[in-house]
């Protein structure tokens, strides 16, 4: 469950911050593939960033369209956006093949900063995990490669893309430095410099993004990705208790909500009253599934006051796990509600 009207707020606030800065501001569609988030999307962002070709089509039309897919597949769908296109690269052949009217990303690895450890990456001799996404040789490689695609591209307008891993920013200091870094890195003038998303844990969005803006030099257009921040604070979920268990040391209450199914790449608090002092014990919550680590969570609280049968409400749910949602087991996906928060939670 979504309250709409915080995911308006969140959209606003965005925008807000975003044309104040001179940024340019595209939703990550991955994050959040429902029609209802991308039409709200599409009336206060400046467009999509896209990574598949289900995503392109529904963008085609709104605005500026970002291509990042790893497969190539996604660009082909883009080419019928008649909208300002970038599409990232990493090769000169996708340069080459790129529609004829995309503007050319070239996208350099986000481990060059050697700040962030990266999702799916390799481990290399020093120890250090790199991302498997662009440009990661030695920095004359690098360049030369650079080179080599810009003189692919002659002719569009080149730009540079780096995307963070998963360690989450707390402040816009982390975005200058890798901006910075990638600005030394090229011995070009990138006509804009794309840094991603993951800015869901940034406080002060406005503040953040004009430092940013601020170390960047004003030549070069500054675009972000924002995904999760979208639907900070707006998602629910609603299900309810299906077993209970006493463990050696604590209760256990399986529950018809799914870590693996339902809540994936969200950081959920279970919504309970406090226990008065004493009564309080520390629970586990699990899933129906299975699968071994499909747990919920371990919060205190009541034990009498949680048997079979009762409702259960938590929060943190973001609209990746729309994305992720899915059955497995016999255990059905979650339904998907928008709406007022209120009237959903009764």
């Not at 925008?15 to 709200?40: D, G, I, N, Q, Y």
Request: glycine letters at 10%.
């Amino acid at each position: 469950m979504f309250d709409r009207a915080r995911i308006e707020r969140n959209l606003r606030e965005l925008a807000a911050a975003a044309r104040a800065a001179s940024v340019t501001t595209l939703f990550a569609a991955k994050s959040f593939p429902h029609a209802e988030v991308l039409e709200l999307a599409a009336a206060s962002l400046d467009g999509f960033d896209v990574a598949s070709p289900e995503e392109a089509r529904a963008a085609i039309g709104r605005g500026v369209m970002s291509v990042a897919d790893p497969s190539g597949l996604a660009a082909e769908v883009a080419a019928a956006h008649r909208g300002r296109l970038i599409v990232s690269c990493e090769t000169v052949d996708q340069v080459r093949s790129a529609p004829p009217h995309a503007e050319i990303a070239i996208r350099i690895s986000a481990s060059i900063t050697a700040r962030d450890p990266a999702v799916g990456a390799v481990l290399d001799g020093s120890g250090h995990r790199r991302s498997r996404f662009g440009l990661d040789v030695e920095r004359e490689r690098r360049q030369t490669a650079m080179r080599e695609m810009i003189e692919a591209a002659r002719g569009r307008r080149v730009g540079i893309h780096v995307h963070h891993g998963p360690v989450t920013a707390t402040s816009g200091e982390r975005f200058a430095v890798t901006a910075r870094a990638v600005l030394e890195d090229t011995d070009f003038t990138p006509a804009f410099l794309d840094l991603g998303g993951a800015w869901h844990g940034i406080a002060g969005l406005p503040r953040a993004l004009a430092e940013l803006r601020a170390a960047v030099p004003v030549a070069i257009e500054l675009i972000i990705e924002p995904g999760r921040l979208v639907s900070e604070g707006a998602g629910f979920a609603r299900g309810s208790v299906l077993v209970v268990r006493e463990l050696d040391d604590r209760p256990l209450y399986v529950l018809d909500l799914s870590r693996i199914c339902h809540l994936r790449w969200s950081q959920v608090e279970l919504v309970v009253q406090a226990p008065h002092p004493g009564e309080g014990r520390r629970a586990l919550f699990v899933g129906p599934t299975c699968f071994e680590d499909d747990v919920v969570g371990e919060w205190t609280v009541t034990p009498a006051e949680l048997q079979v049968g009762a409702r259960i409400v938590l929060r943190g749910v973001s609209g990746y796990a729309v994305a992720w949602n899915t059955g497995f087991g016999g255990v059905p996906a979650a339904e998907v509600v928008i709406g007022d928060a209120n009237r959903l939670l009764e």
